[in-house]
């Protein structure tokens, strides 16, 4: 089973996360679509400590930081589904969306889109701003809608321990971990986590 993490947002520490996995499952790292710099794959390079992460191209690189179909457009490239094809690879694999779960790829399809084509289980990164109960509510029925499995909630960021009680009693989730705002984001940081996650998923 591969992970597929997506976010209530764009910035919402998707990249955090998925390096946060790779380190605690010495988990490959994939991101399809990237648009914009710097690229995610190199940011999760330099916050990680284990020998056997492989970090995989990107499906599409796109150059401007924008929605995957905006930035496609711009860049005369036309994204569709049946081009992503999971890197070969024995070992676990986390995959990172682009922004939320309902940007779009092209006209048609949807980032999590991808998480159905490659039968990954969603890992789902909510920050708590006043505005994110909504936002991950309606994420979580998004997810629902389609019938995709749910590992459970990651909260990332400034602690709002209503604001966590509210939406995991409504998702029915399961909190796997809270990560605190932290001053730095650094391989010490992440090694803060990793065996917290790792106890949490094993
Ligand atoms: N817990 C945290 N404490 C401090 N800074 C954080 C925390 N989580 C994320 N950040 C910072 O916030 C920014 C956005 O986080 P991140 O890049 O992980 O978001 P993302 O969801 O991957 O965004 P994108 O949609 O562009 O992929 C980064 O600069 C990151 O270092
Ligand atoms: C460029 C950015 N960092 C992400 N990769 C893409 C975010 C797309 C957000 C689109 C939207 O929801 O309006
Ligand atoms: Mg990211």
Not at 68 to 74: C, E, F, T, V
Request: charged share 20%.
């Amino acid at each position: 089973m591969n992970y597929f993490v997506t976010g209530i947002d764009t910035d919402s520490g998707k990249t955090l996360v998925s390096a946060l996995l790779c380190e605690a499952l010495e988990a490959d790292y994939w991101k399809p679509v990237q648009a914009g710099l710097p690229k995610d794959s190199d940011t999760v390079k330099s916050l990680l400590s284990n020998k056997k992460t492989v970090i995989h191209p990107e499906a599409y690189l796109l150059h401007t930081p924008a929605s995957p179909h905006a930035a496609a457009r711009i860049d005369g490239v036309n994204i569709t589904l049946e081009h992503f094809t999971l890197p070969a690879t024995d070992n676990r694999l986390v995959i990172e969306g682009a922004g939320g779960c309902l940007v779009p790829l092209n006209d048609r399809d949807f980032v999590i889109d991808l998480a159905a084509r490659f039968r990954s289980e969603i890992i789902l990164v909510a920050d708590l701003y006043l505005g994110s109960i909504n936002h991950t509510l309606l994420t979580c029925e998004a997810l629902a809608a389609r019938k995709l499995p749910v590992k459970g909630i990651i909260f990332n960021g400034e602690s709002n321990p209503e604001s966590e009680r509210i939406i995991l009693q409504h998702s029915g989730l399961r909190c796997l971990l809270r990560i605190a705002k932290e001053n730095r984001i650094d391989p010490t940081t992440l090694s803060k986590y990793s065996d917290q996650l790792r106890s949490t998923l094993l």
